[in-house]
């Protein structure tokens, strides 16, 4: 361009048109992408209506409708104003480049969508009739005045949501509307008609006075069909015309009404609103549309579907805050007072900050503690709790903290619990300066401490929710580098917790130890470690050792565990575990290993008394020494293999074993079937290396997960933080040992022979079972030999049962009757206990019940959007665990692979029975299980006629409401057409999301009629009458459905009364096949 005018000046007599195009060139250049409009009145502005509350708007019932539309004309224009006239050219809009060809037009086109889809949702998401009333005549007069101010295109992205499926199918909604929005709507509707080609809405477009939107849909649509025809002639020259044309569209119908703006004075709080819509997609709307009013002839479904509860922002009533003056800037808002201050501070707005609403009932409840005064908070949204969580005067339990970290992942995922913790530490400032310095010691920095506070122990106890999650690492990662230039201190602190995290992490990913203060390992003799690993027996082996290196074992497996996984069940379910719980799986399979170790141990040794007592004595020292480690997941996985020896036929050998150990294993099996004494040592120790006994705290969750909702109503849902608070209790002592490391070195043959796949050796009770003869006479005269077996010293304690009889079972009952049978491999996880010692012991061994949980729903987003509650009953406190009952009848023990399960047979010898009572509890089992397995088959026979009826119902149904509809159909004699030319077919639906913008331009979502006959497809056009545009339309769909669908024969069909002559042409030329109903 400077060559062009340097060239001019140089031609004499151009010198004056060459400064003049200077000048200009110049002033376009430095305005660039700024506004292009001009405001041509010296009328002032008219006066908006403000909202009478000074905070965020998050309801759109409380925006004046005029100045919504004038907002939206606002927002629309300077859209609008930044488009350029490339952006038309050759479809760049919907080509390859488009982001960097047509950008400003994108903009705009991803707006015109936004607003349609918000405007359904607003719709669809209001369960209550009477709101939803109100909602669809709010925006039918939103669109009214839009109208008026000469937007069309916001018009018809509104015109476009009343008459989407999800809105237009709620007759009882509209049913609601007065005459008058009726009328005015039956109005719009026919205004932006695509009938001639939308010739209604191209004369009122001609006939406004600007500022004026158009619709640019109905542009592109033209520039679309233009840019078919060829750029050349025949001749080979240019195709002048097609750019004629082109240029038309452009400078005649866009254009020319870029240059005058809106004379409308913004305001900051709708601006804010309009630029932060919430909305659904479209299968989502169609969701709830058909749940808040079901089809014709069905039922609502009782779950209501979770996006009811999410994507509004929590409703603050008006005058929840101060109600403030005019507002004088788009970035500053008067009236927002910080929350429980002696003198409000009032604050700037700013976009996004979620921490303005005070403490009301509709957001947060909670109480004092009548002893401590601290503050219990019982329900309340994510951002309170959150803003609970760094208050400024902490007032709440010093157990709040670690409980919210503990069961957060309940309620809101870890990026956005990261995001608002970010944003609240970024305080909005004082909008007065004489306070800056008060809301710097009352405010900022008890706050920022607090902040600091939570991500430090955050760090340091769930290190693993960083690692795992990139996206996360990424966000604490620039969190990190923007503190070390603004706050360094505070970096360092942060950075310290990291260091500390990570090295914990490296210890328990190394799984050994060595240096000053580590025990020297205790090898096995040369001869042992010679042996083949199916060969070595635990006596072999030294059980302090074996102890030591169970510990590594299992507290690597349990530093893997993530308290996500632990949440509603998913652990148990055979099918999603190794989805949603991959490490706990894992964790209780190196459990279910070594107790079937032990048991295939006892098994191979039972034909040997001496052996199989010095076999029981040494697994006895080794829970010992476990249990002085706090080993106690290990300490129940020995105590459940070695319970399978308490039968009546190894009296003699029990007998033989020392009264210490016996003593000892009497009560460590009642400690390990007591949840109460297992979680009284756990929090004892929580600063020592341990492994605690994760199926009790487990079945404890499972328990208050079933029996209390997850949310609370006000009407606006909750976060339940009593239920909450009470899980949180359970699994933060459950994870903090994870935070410790045991300092042993590892001894890689006890630990290979550990964790040794299970043999599939007869299981020892089914060899009991059937009978296994044990020669008795042997044992006294082995016994001298048993004792001299290695043995932990200083036992303590030489009570016990008296020789020749077996201590008692805990909670009572025969022997043998609440024994944890051992699970099959692939199918089970070790059993779980009853949750405390003064419950009787379940008949299925402890193992943890399967309650029918509420209805959970996936984490909402932070964005003060609402997840959907469980059920609508109120929360109970929680106090006491009531006891936890098995949710069917007792587990069999495994049976052997290789043959069928083997009756107990009662045998009498004189007038002695030996019926043993482990038999009795089987036949018993047995029944029960037989009796339940029948009542489960009928009920779910039953499930599955009655939803076969309900379906059948549902069709007949829609076929009597399409019948209806269609009855008075003006359009049904096409149809019956279609029924002549393709007897038995039928006419669906094909829908496409056009994201290309293949048929319209932009993108748009695609509906055609479909007739399938085989393999052939037709695509049918059924109307009143056809005009070129409307072939030329078809005919583009029918290339998107090639494009999509390859295989097969594809068809055009157009069954109209009449059809313009071109249009019958181009239709007869693309071989169209056109039928009419009086053919």
């Not at 539309?69 to 300077?78: D, G, L, M, P, S």
């Not at 933080?721 to 699994?731: E, S, V, Y």
């Amino acid at each position: 361009m400077n060559e062009f005018l340097t060239f001019l000046s140089s031609v004499p007599g151009s010198e004056r048109t060459a400064d003049t195009l200077k000048k200009t060139f110049d002033k376009k250049k430095e305005l660039g992408d700024q506004r292009v409009g001009e405001l041509v009145t010296t009328q002032p502005p008219p006066r908006p209506f403000l909202p009478t509350a000074g905070g965020p708007i998050a309801d759109v019932l409380d925006i004046n409708s005029e100045e919504l539309a004038r907002q939206i004309c606002i927002t629309e224009f300077e859209l609008f104003e930044k488009l350029r006239p490339w952006e038309f050219i050759g479809q760049a809009w919907a080509k390859s480049g488009k982001e960097q060809k047509a950008p400003n037009l994108l903009k705009i086109i991803d707006r015109f969508n936004t607003v349609s889809s918000w405007a359904i949702s607003e719709i669809c998401r209001c369960e209550s009739l009477k709101r939803r009333g109100k909602v669809l005549q709010k925006i039918i007069e939103i669109a009214g005045f839009l109208r008026q101010y000469n937007n069309y295109n916001s018009l018809m992205a509104f015109i476009a949501a009343l008459n989407n499926s999800s809105v237009s199918r709620l007759k009882q909604t509209f049913s609601q509307m007065p005459q008058k929005v009726t009328a005015q709507l039956t109005e719009l509707n026919d205004l932006v008609s695509q009938v001639g080609n939308y010739a209604k809405l191209r004369n009122a477009i001609h006939s406004c006075t600007p500022p004026l939107v158009p619709y640019l849909g109905m542009y592109l649509t033209d520039l679309t069909f233009i840019d078919e025809n060829a750029n050349m002639t025949d001749a080979g020259l240019i195709n002048f015309s097609k750019r004629r044309q082109i240029a038309n569209v452009i400078q005649n119908e866009i254009a020319q009404y870029q240059q005058e703006r809106y004379n409308l004075e913004p305001v900051a709080q709708i601006q804010h609103f309009l630029n932060n819509l919430q909305y659904f997609d479209d299968k989502t709307n169609y969701k709830l549309s058909t749940w808040i009013e079901p089809r014709q002839g069905t039922m609502r479904p009782q779950e209501k579907p979770v996006e009811l509860m999410m994507g509004e922002e929590v409703r603050m009533p008006m005058g929840a805050a101060n109600s403030g003056s005019n507002l004088g800037s788009s970035t500053v808002v008067n009236g927002m007072s910080l929350n429980d201050d002696t003198e409000p501070i009032d604050l700037e707005f700013v976009q996004g900050y979620r921490f303005y609403p005070p403490d009301k009932p509709y957001n947060i409840k909670r109480s004092n503690d009548p002893n401590t005064g601290a503050v219990i908070v019982h329900a309340a949204t994510v951002d309170k709790l959150i803003e609970r969580l760094t208050h400024e005067r902490l007032t709440e339990d010093a157990s709040f903290l670690p409980t919210f970290l503990a069961a957060y992942r309940y309620f809101v995922t870890a990026y956005d619990l990261l995001d608002a913790l970010i944003m609240r530490w970024y305080l909005p400032r004082p909008r007065q300066a004489n306070l800056t310095d008060q809301w710097r010691e009352k405010k900022e920095i008890p706050i920022k401490k607090r902040v600091l506070g939570v991500l430090a122990q955050w760090i340091e106890r769930y290190y693993a929710d960083f690692v795992d999650d990139p996206a996360l690492w990424e966000k604490l990662s620039t969190f990190l580098e923007s503190l070390g230039n603004a706050d360094p201190q505070a970096a360092n602190v942060l950075q310290t917790s990291l260091a500390k995290a990570m090295q914990i992490c490296q210890q328990n990913q190394q799984g050994t130890a060595t240096g000053p203060g580590v025990p020297t390992p205790i090898d096995p003799p040369a001869s042992v470690m010679q042996k083949p690993l199916s060969e070595v027996s635990i006596a072999d082996l030294d059980p302090t050792e074996v102890a030591r290196q169970l510990c590594l074992i299992s507290h690597a497996a349990y530093c893997q565990i993530r308290p996500s996984e632990a949440a509603y069940g998913r652990w148990r379910d055979n099918d999603t575990k190794m989805d949603y719980a991959p490490n706990l799986s894992s964790f209780f399979q190196v459990l279910f290993n070594l107790t079937a170790n032990i048991d295939s141990e006892l098994g191979r040794f039972l034909a040997r008394p001496h052996d199989l007592t010095a076999v029981i004595s040494r697994w006895i020292e080794v829970a010992q020494v476990c249990m002085q480690l706090n080993n106690w997941a290990c300490t129940r996985a020995i105590v459940f293999g070695i319970d399978k020896a308490y039968a009546q036929e190894l009296q003699a050998v029990w007998s033989q074993v020392s009264p210490p150990l016996r003593s000892f294993f009497t009560d460590i099996r009642k400690t390990a079937f007591d949840s109460q004494i297992l979680r009284t040592k756990l929090t004892s120790s929580l600063q020592s290396p341990q492994v605690p006994a994760l199926d009790c705290t487990l079945a404890e969750v499972s328990f208050l997960e079933a029996q209390m909702p997850d949310w609370v109503f006000t009407p606006d849902p909750l976060v339940n933080f009593d239920k909450f608070n009470a899980i949180g209790t359970l699994l933060s002592p459950a994870f903090t040992p994870q935070q410790q490391s045991y300092l042993f070195t590892r001894v890689d043959f006890m630990q290979a022979w550990l964790v040794r796949p299970a043999t599939p050796e007869v299981p020892l009770i089914s060899r009991i079972q059937n009978r296994v003869p044990i020669d008795e006479s042997t044992l006294s005269a082995s016994w001298t030999a048993t004792r001299a077996a290695p043995s932990l010293r200083n036992l303590g304690g030489s009570g016990g049962p008296p020789a020749g009889t077996l201590p008692p079972l805990p909670g009572g009952g025969p022997p043998g009757s609440s024994l944890p049978p051992v699970p099959p491999p692939a199918t089970s996880l070790p059993p779980v206990p009853p949750p405390s010692s003064t419950l009787p012991p379940l008949p299925n061994g402890g193992l943890p019940p399967t309650p029918t949980p509420a209805p959970h729903n996936p984490p909402p987003v932070a964005t003060n959007s609402h997840p959907a509650p469980a059920t609508e009953q109120p929360p109970k406190p929680v106090h006491v665990l009531p006891p936890i009952g098995p949710k069917k009848a007792a587990v069999l023990p495994p049976l052997p692979k290789q043959a069928e399960p083997v009756a107990p047979v009662a045998e009498d010898i004189g007038n002695q029975s030996i019926i043993t009572p482990e038999m009795r509890v089987t036949v018993l089992n047995l029944l029960r299980t037989s009796i339940e397995v029948r009542h489960e088959l009928d009920q779910l026979l039953s499930d599955v006629m009655e939803e076969a009826a309900r379906q059948a119902e549902r069709e007949m149904s829609v076929e009597a409401e399409a019948y209806e509809n269609n009855r008075d159909n003006p359009h049904a004699e096409f149809y019956r057409v279609i029924q002549r030319e393709f007897p038995g077919c039928k006419i669906t639906k094909w829908t496409h999301n056009d994201k290309q913008g293949v048929v319209y331009g932009f993108p748009d979502q695609i509906e055609c009629d479909m007739i399938k006959r085989g393999d052939d497809t037709f695509l049918c056009d059924i109307r009143p009458e056809v005009q070129v545009q409307n072939v030329a339309l078809l005919l583009r769909i029918g290339k998107l459905y090639r494009t999509l669908n390859p295989k097969g024969s594809l068809s055009c069909v157009v069954v109209a009364k009449e059809i313009h002559p071109r249009a019958l042409t181009v239709a007869q030329k693309c071989k169209i096949k056109i039928f009419r109903p009086d053919n």
